[in-house]
């Protein structure tokens, strides 16, 4: 058995790769985290619970804190983070999930690295981008996408994947300006293998002003795992417009606004949305200037092709992944040591 007190963080993470217990520490050691840890600062605060800034032996760490009544988020997210092979450099590194009291009251809790620059979408209201900036936000974003959404066939395999409530506040930045994907707690899993599709157990639904126009008018066949991934790209061709709006071309950015900010009000009902993205047929407007930027230019045709009507004709991620490299790499601005991010 393991101690945790004699080792450090990464020790303890590389170990757990092979420990067979999914992405986090070994189980038994998961166990006893709440323990170890020191909440320091809240960080987070939604409907569903709180996000914590905490030390665990030396480091910092992020701890999801979910109120009992989202048992079933913190159950899923937990279930996601445990599948074999789910680690990877742009989805949100897991530590463990642990029960604990506080106050007398149970608490369910989810930890994970920490990123001090926190949300995409905080990102994006502090900062504008360059364009190499902005490449390797969106590049890193879809390269999570591809892993969560490909199926890796073997003993040790990994069922494909859909988020479900894929957007910038779901989004993570790393000291390096590339990001991870988090917040699993509707995401659903999908094997050829077994020809089973797991949609797990959570009454909730996605962020209202995410959601797709099939998912709007109800029309998506929710059995169909393929029609679930679509889903994600849609909602990443929102996220990929707010990004250039903050991408600098010719000394300028837009300001930062949410997707259909100028159509519907700030905590949008179902029907507001349903209008707008169904019956409107209505998409995020695209700013002259990009027309005149070669990237953007490319970048506005590629979200086009994420936000389309019709599920069907919607990129797959790899295909998204391929082109965003494309449109990097006849940018000489540009870094071009993607080696490590694309294959
Ligand atoms: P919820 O399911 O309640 O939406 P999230 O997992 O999305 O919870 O976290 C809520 C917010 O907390 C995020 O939008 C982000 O701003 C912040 N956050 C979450 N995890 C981290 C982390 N590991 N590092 C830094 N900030 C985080
Ligand atoms: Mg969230
Ligand atoms: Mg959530």
């Known amino acids: 058995a393991t101690s945790a007190g004699d080792s450090t963080l990464r020790e303890y993470l590389q170990h757990s790769v092979t420990s067979g217990s999914g992405s986090g520490l070994p189980l038994l050691v998961q166990r006893t985290l709440a323990k170890q840890v020191t909440l320091i600062e809240c960080i987070g605060r939604g409907k569903y ?79 504008a981008l360059s364009h190499n900036d902005m490449i390797w936000i969106c590049l890193s974003i879809a390269n999570g996408l591809v892993h969560l959404h490909t199926e890796i066939f073997g003993t040790e395999g990994k069922p494909a994947m859909a988020h479900r409530d894929l957007k910038s506040k779901n989004i993570l930045v790393t000291a390096n300006g590339t990001c991870v994907i988090a917040d699993f707690g509707l995401a659903v899993t999908h094997s050829h293998v077994t020809g089973q599709l797991d949609l797990g157990n959570n009454p909730k639904v996605g962020t209202k002003r995410y959601m797709a126009p099939e998912v709007l008018d109800e029309s998506i066949d929710m059995e169909c795992f393929e029609a679930l991934r679509r889903t994600d790209i849609y909602a990443f061709g929102l996220v990929l417009w707010e990004v250039c709006r ?98």
């Open 49 to 127: 619970g709180e996000v914590w800034r905490g030390h665990w032996h030396g480091e910092s760490i992020a701890v999801k804190i979910f109120f009992s009544r989202d048992e079933e988020s913190w159950k899923r997210e937990t279930e996601i983070y445990s599948t074999v092979l789910l680690r990877h450099e742009n989805i949100l590194g897991f530590i463990g999930s642990d029960m604990t009291s506080r106050n007398s009251c149970t608490q369910l809790w989810l930890m994970t690295h920490y990123y001090p620059q926190g949300s995409l979408f905080d990102h994006l209201n502090r900062n």
């Open 246 to 343: 903050r991408t600098i071309s010719c000394g300028i950015a837009e300001e930062y606004k949410v997707p259909y900010y100028d159509v519907v009000p700030m905590d949008p009902s179902f029907e507001d949305m349903r209008k707008v993205v169904c019956i409107d047929n209505y998409r995020p407007s695209i700013p002259n200037r990009w027309s005149s930027d070669s990237l953007l230019a490319g970048m506005s045709k590629l979200m086009k092709e994420c936000w389309h009507q019709n599920p069907n004709v919607r990129l797959p991620a790899l295909r998204i992944k391929k082109t965003i490299h494309k449109l990097a790499s006849v940018d000489e601005k540009i870094r071009l040591d993607f080696d490590e991010v694309c294959v």
